[in-house]
């Protein structure tokens, strides 16, 4: 996920960061957090592939209504939310088809309440998931639509798309965790395979796009059962 807050405040900013990151490590999602001072900073440059706006309602040079506003002029997909002191700026904030409201002492428990749901309309609104790839200061939004597979490489991870490949510092463990739900399997000890790209099967190998990967046998059950068993639901 990324998202931006937009936050005079600094200790605002650096808490309200601190409950994204927390949550995205208990649930294992990967998030790009970006931060601004003001309304004025993310509407003169404002950023790609946005899944989430925070915006501080009150704040100097541009207030948080006012820069929601610009930014839907031209972003009619991201999901905005407001952080306030005061209720009743929910109704201005209807104009902007805002997602939420958090009212302001926020504490972990209401963040992590708003933020399960946000997370879930995500997944509800945009046919396409993603896990993020971060590697030094680079960081890529990889589509699981167009993974073919994840690949252990010492304490490398290396994610396998048909024409490029990316790479980052972490273990298969974690990655198989975060990728429960998305029908990835592993076919053996260092490959987890995406099953809705897997094109045939034979003998001890699997092809997933245009890549061959080994089956072991101790995980040959298994694999197969979770691949019959993805193919079943989906005929269905």
């Known amino acids: 996920m990324r998202i931006a807050i937009v936050e005079d ?34 509407t003169s440059n404002y950023p790609a592939n946005l899944d989430v706006i925070y915006f501080d309602v009150q704040m100097p040079v541009m207030d948080g209504m006012t820069a ?22 929910a109704i201005d904030g209807y104009e902007v088809q805002a997602a939420d409201f ?16 946000m997370t879930a309309r995500l997944q509800n609104n945009t046919g396409d998931q993603y896990i993020t790839v971060s590697h030094g200061d680079e960081m890529h939004r990889v589509p699981l639509k ?26 298969l463990k974690n990655t198989e965790q975060e990728l429960a739900d998305k029908n990835f399997f592993r076919c053996n000890y260092g490959y987890l395979v995406n ?17 061959v990967l080994q089956i072991s046998r101790s995980r040959k059950k298994d694999f197969l059962q979770h691949l019959t068993d993805y193919l079943g639901t989906e005929e269905l």
């Open 102 to 117: 958090l009212l302001k002492p926020i504490t972990y428990f209401s963040f992590s309440t708003h933020f399960a749901k």
């Open 195 to 211: 099953l809705a790209l897997v094109t045939g099967v034979s003998n001890n190998e699997v092809h997933v796009g245009p890549f």
């Open 9 to 42: 405040d600094k200790d605002a900013s650096q808490k309200l960061s601190g409950y994204i990151r927390r949550y995205a490590k208990e649930h294992h999602l990967g998030v790009d957090i970006l931060t601004f001072n003001d309304g004025v900073q993310i």
């Open 68 to 89: 929601a506003k610009k930014v839907r002029q031209h972003d009619k997909k991201v999901q905005i939310v407001f952080l306030t002191n005061y209720v009743q700026y």
């Open 146 to 171: 167009e993974l073919y597979y994840v690949e252990s490489a010492g304490h490398y991870l290396r994610f396998h798309l048909h024409d490029k490949e990316y790479s980052m510092i972490g273990s």
